[in-house]
């Protein structure tokens, strides 16, 4: 079975503080993928990154960066100097490798409120 | 930029009631999906449908759902017979071809519709 485990609910901090989110996954897959999409106020969902489990260099892109431990099961997100514009609910999934990566799993998502 | 619409955005229904949820995918696209998203709680597959026909599904996708391509642009998810727990926020998603080449294909989604039954 898949998990994807988002501890923090919810969290705040002012602009230009920068903040890591957490996602800690479960698979039984040896070939995998996990993403981070986010669902700002206006509702859809939004794809911010595509990891594979064979390719465990961390990345930068902008103010995102993303951290992935297979050691530990673990793919963090991070927003270096938040913008009010960042504030919206971040999901870490892992698709299901059997039927061809069909099946996401989503985790509960956090909530990041950026206070201006 | 392409997008994934969906139509209605809120629809409110008495329990009992059909229910047609639509969506057009992005054009080139040859997957299509339906997500869930119970209010406060997380998104969750219902299924996905290729070359017209379902190719995976949810223990949640059970005979009150249905889904199908009528005239090769929309897609379209019905529910017979609504009940309370259906009310939730349906997410529309189509990807390009959907890991047949080994990769787990990057989703796009729409606005969502969201559904009430009293």
């Known amino acids: 079975a898949q998990k994807v485990t988002q501890a923090q609910t919810e969290i705040s901090v002012v602009e230009k503080e920068d903040v890591t989110l957490d996602c800690v996954y479960e698979?039984?897959?040896?070939?995998?993928?996990l993403f981070w999409y986010k669902q700002p106020p206006s509702g859809e969902l939004v794809f911010l990154i595509r990891r594979n489990s064979f390719d465990e260099q961390n990345e930068i892109s902008g103010r995102y960066s993303w951290n992935f431990q297979k050691s530990t099961s673990s793919f963090n997100f991070t927003i270096t100097a938040s913008q009010v514009v960042d504030s919206a609910v971040y999901f870490c999934?892992?698709?299901?490798?059997?039927?061809?990566?069909?099946?996401?799993?989503f985790g509960t998502g956090t909530k990041l409120q950026v206070i201006p | 930029e392409p997008e994934v619409t969906q139509t209605p955005s809120h629809q409110v229904t008495q329990m009992g009631q059909e229910v047609i949820l639509r969506c057009v995918p992005i054009?080139?696209?040859?997957?299509f999906y339906w997500y869930r998203q119970i209010l406060g709680q997380k998104v969750e597959f219902l299924v996905s449908?290729?070359?017209?026909?379902?190719?995976?599904k949810s223990e949640i996708f059970d005979d009150q759902f249905s889904v199908e391509r009528p005239d090769g642009s929309n897609f379209t998810l019905k529910i017979r017979s609504t009940k309370l727990e259906d009310s939730a926020m349906y997410f529309c998603?189509?990807?390009?071809?959907?890991?047949?080449?080994?990769?787990?294909?990057?989703?796009?989604f729409g606005a969502g519709s969201r559904l009430t039954v009293l």
């Open positions: 999934a892992l698709p299901m490798n059997s039927g061809g990566y069909q099946k996401v799993t």
């Open positions: 449908f290729y070359n017209n026909e379902i190719s995976e």
């Open positions: 698979t039984r897959d040896t070939t995998y993928y």
């Open positions: 998603a189509s990807s390009e071809v959907g890991g047949r080449f080994g990769q787990a294909n990057v989703l796009t």
């Open positions: 054009s080139n696209h040859l997957y």
